[in-house]
């Protein structure tokens, strides 16, 4: 079974700070996929990365995946209160197959002005 | 224009009985699935469901059971229901190993 950990699972931060999230794996995913998920709704796709080494920006944020594919960060820039959600990263199956994601535990954020 | 549906949005029922979930996509995919996410917010596939091939998660009890009658619709079916069945469930779908999109989530509550 493969399984994503997600650091930290809890973080209060004030506004303007800097933060990156952390996410672990054992296993090689073909893929490493970024939700943020409000209250009440379901998880949103911000960024997915394929290649082994990829960074992508996306305004504030940026992500990276591990040379190995086997892990992943989220770096938040001067993060405001808007940020404020639940991240969680997912790996995706090899094959291009109909496997459903694998989960982190989620990183609950608090952004305080 | 509502990408991925649920109904319904809340549902609230007692130890025993039977309930389903529906879901429908309006994007042409031809994955469909469902995750539960739990009261710590950890969201885990239970169903996969492709062209009429079926992939189950090995953790979940065989009370649960997908039903798809058509390409745009899985719904989930769940039998004699038990408190620890209390949770999120989201219903997504994906072009086969593309990007998937969620609904906003059925909020089951078992009394």
């Known amino acids: 079974t493969q399984l994503l950990e997600q650091s930290p699972q809890f973080l209060s931060i004030q506004e303007g700070e800097n933060l990156t999230v952390y996410c672990n794996s054992s296993s090689v995913f073909s893929s490493l996929q970024w939700y943020r998920q409000e209250p009440g709704e379901g998880p949103v796709l911000l960024v997915t990365v394929v290649t082994g080494g990829e960074v992508k920006k996306l305004k504030r944020l940026t992500f990276q995946f591990g040379d190995a594919r086997k892990d992943s960060s989220l770096h938040i820039t001067a993060a405001q209160p808007g940020d404020t959600g639940l991240y969680l990263c997912a790996g995706g199956d090899s094959g291009g197959g109909a496997d459903g994601l694998t989960f982190g535990k989620g990183t609950h954020l608090i952004i305080q002005p | 224009d509502t990408a991925v549906s649920q109904t319904p949005k809340y549902l609230v029922t007692q130890m025993g009985n039977d309930k389903s979930i529906k879901c429908e996509q309006n994007?042409?995919?031809?994955?469909m699935y469902w995750y539960k996410q739990d009261s710590k917010k950890f969201l885990k596939i239970m169903f996969s469901?492709?062209?009429?091939?079926?992939?189950i998660n090995e953790t979940v009890p065989n009370r649960f059971s997908p039903k798809s009658p058509d390409k745009a619709h899985l719904n989930l079916h769940i039998n004699s229901l038990e408190l620890g069945d209390s949770a999120v469930y989201f219903c997504?779908?994906?072009?086969?190993?593309?990007?998937?999109?969620f609904g906003p989530g059925t909020r089951l509550t078992v009394t």
């Open positions: 469901y492709n062209n009429k091939e079926l992939i």
């Open positions: 997504a779908s994906s072009q086969v190993g593309k990007r998937q999109y």
């Open positions: 994007l042409g995919h031809d994955t």
